[in-house]
């Protein structure tokens, strides 16, 4: 009887025993599967975010590009734009200064001029020498006051003193009645001075500022070709 009942509690604690291991391999089982099923979905996510992320990046990309590609067309436009605007105004003073010059010429020399250019003009008309020589003779008298205007004008916007606008004018016609038989202290000398009017010009405050400090012509003629050589040294290395 003791036996009997000794196997019977052996048997039973066995069953306990198969039940409460099929119970932890049940519930591992479920654990594992839960965390499979995490991982899975954290990996999905990962990889959904990654992607969603480069798509940002390559949009991101191409508007960079584009906003690029839009505001270099634009600032092409506008210098293409300022640069006709340029043209059209340089072609209008151009006019005007020729206008001018002509205005210089007798009544009589106005009225020659305009025969000797119709003449000029006209389809299958050859003019002889001496026509040729007095239109040539008139063209050189325009194309003289011209230059001297805008030379004028030129100096008078960079508020050049007097005497170097004197001095400008006599090496000016100089090189434009004889510019091989110039000497080369003649070249330097107009050189430096159109150096000076071109720096004048483009940098006012600058200039305003060398004439408050009583910088003689000499000085500021100096500086002025400083500033050009340093600009040249920059647009070459810029450009290599």
């Known amino acids: 009887m003791a036996q009997s009942n000794a196997q019977a509690l052996q048997q039973r604690a066995q069953q306990n025993l198969s039940n409460e291991q099929q119970t932890n391999l049940a519930t591992a089982q479920n654990t594992m599967q839960i965390r499979m099923q995490n991982l899975a979905n954290r990996q999905t996510s990962a990889s959904q975010t990654a992607q ?7 949009q991101q990309g191409t508007f960079n590009q584009q906003a690029v590609m839009t505001s270099a067309e634009q600032r092409q436009q506008t210098e293409l734009a300022n640069a006709q605007m340029a043209q059209q105004r340089a072609q209008q003073e151009s006019s005007q200064r020729q206008q001018a010059a002509i205005s210089t010429l007798s009544a009589n020399a106005q009225m020659d001029l305009a025969n000797l250019q ?3 003009n006209r389809a299958g008309r050859q003019m002889d020498a001496d026509q040729q020589a007095q239109l040539a003779t008139y063209n050189a008298k325009i194309a003289k006051v011209m230059r001297q205007a ?3 004008q030129d100096m008078e916007k960079a508020n050049l003193p007097m005497s170097l606008q004197i001095e400008m004018q ?3 016609e100089m ?3 004889e510019k091989d038989t110039m000497t ?3 070249q330097e000398r107009l050189v430096e001075l159109q150096t000076l009017i071109d720096f004048r010009k483009t940098d006012a405050q600058f200039a305003q500022q060398m004439d408050m400090a009583n910088m003689s ?3 500021q003629m100096e500086l002025a070709m400083l500033q050009d050589r340093a600009a040249n040294r920059l647009c070459k290395l810029y450009s290599r």
Do not use: D, F, P
Request: aromatic share 0%.
């Open 175 to 177: 090189n434009a009645a």
């Open 150 to 152: 805008e030379l004028t």
């Open 217 to 219: 012509n000499e000085q």
């Open 170 to 172: 006599r090496v000016s």
């Open 184 to 186: 080369a202290e003649n």
């Open 118 to 120: 119709a003449e000029s």
């Open 52 to 58: 969603m992320a480069q798509q940002i990046k390559v």
